[in-house]
């Protein structure tokens, strides 16, 4: 079994590693971390500085869970880019961070949580922060 988690280096992408992991250890499955940052985005940096990759690889080395992680930073949809990882990587499960937003916020920013949600082809899990 393979695990997708949509990772974003803030509190809301550590509340959904932290939940990732405890899904990884439940399964025994594989976790594969993806971190995709647009490279045009001057609206929020989403890109996973190499420390915080230090920091993110030894937390999975230290759970013992199976994982990879996978850094992407090109211009186009992040939403687009978790449905697909999931799509080549045969996923079972996708776990996304996911915050409230305003309806404005919505329809300025639009919904990447939204769209996996709505598009995924596997069970998406969705973690709010506690």
Excluded: W
Excluded at 20 to 39: S, T, W
Excluded at 61 to 68: H, M
Excluded at 90 to 106: C, N, P, Q, Y
């Amino acid at each position: 079994m393979t695990i997708l988690l949509g990772y974003k280096p803030s509190d809301l992408g550590e509340a959904a590693l932290q939940r990732a992991i405890e899904e990884a250890l439940r399964h025994k499955a594989r976790l594969v971390v993806l971190n995709v940052a647009r490279g045009d985005s001057a609206i929020e940096d989403t890109r996973l500085t190499d420390p915080q990759a230090e920091e993110l690889q030894r937390l999975l080395t230290e759970s013992g869970i199976d994982f990879e992680v996978e850094r992407l930073v090109e211009p186009g949809d992040a939403a687009e880019e978790i449905i697909e990882a999931a799509e080549r990587l045969d996923a079972e499960l996708i776990v996304i961070g996911m915050r409230h937003r305003t309806a404005v916020g919505k329809l300025i920013l639009g919904s990447e949580a939204q769209r996996i949600l709505m598009h995924a082809s596997c069970p998406v899990l969705a973690v709010k922060v506690p």
